[in-house]
């Protein structure tokens, strides 16, 4: 069970796991008990994590000015709010959700968790801006002959 936690967290950026694989009323259980049970901070605290860890990356590290203390910081962070929410807030939910999904119940309720961090980011109108503004770029005709057929 400790690797499926660890992996369901290390994944759960923003969606990356596929939820409706881990379907089941124990699992929406937990997915629900996580987000009623997480500030918005955390989440956001969440999505920072999930940026650093993409940040590790040989190709987009120069994108970033994130030091290992940062690393450090938000693993510690982070770590405390799983075992927060497994251990405290949503112990009979897990323990619910594990015996009738199995592991992959973890999974599916932390990529939930994900995606409300990304919803929490995107709330912000600079953060919703900044994904709209490579829409000027795109060559409007082209996309429209080419979806329609002609």
């Known amino acids: 069970?400790?690797?499926?936690?660890?992996?369901?967290?290390?994944?759960?950026?923003?969606?990356?796991?596929?939820?409706?694989?881990?379907?089941?009323?124990?699992?929406?259980?937990?997915?629900?008990?996580?987000?009623?049970?997480?500030?918005?901070?955390?989440?956001?605290?969440?999505?920072?994590?999930?940026f650093v860890g993409m940040a590790a990356h040989p190709e987009i590290r120069s994108l970033s000015s994130v030091t290992q203390a940062d690393r450090e910081g938000l693993d510690r962070v982070v770590a405390t709010t799983v075992t927060k929410l497994m251990t405290e807030k949503c112990l009979s939910e897990a323990r619910t959700a594990l015996e009738r999904d199995g592991n992959t119940s973890i999974q599916g309720a932390f990529s939930v968790m994900g995606q409300l961090a990304m919803q929490e980011l995107m709330a912000n109108p600079e953060v919703s801006a900044s994904f709209s503004r490579f829409a000027k770029y795109i060559d409007q005709a082209k996309l429209a002959s080419a979806l329609s057929g002609k």
Do not use: Q, Y
Not at 25 to 47: I, Q
């Open 1 to 50: 069970m400790k690797n499926a936690i660890f992996m369901s967290v290390a994944l759960l950026a923003f969606g990356l796991l596929n939820t409706d694989a881990f379907a089941g009323p124990a699992t929406d259980a937990l997915s629900a008990c996580l987000a009623d049970n997480t500030t918005g901070k955390e989440r956001k605290d969440l999505a920072r994590w999930v």
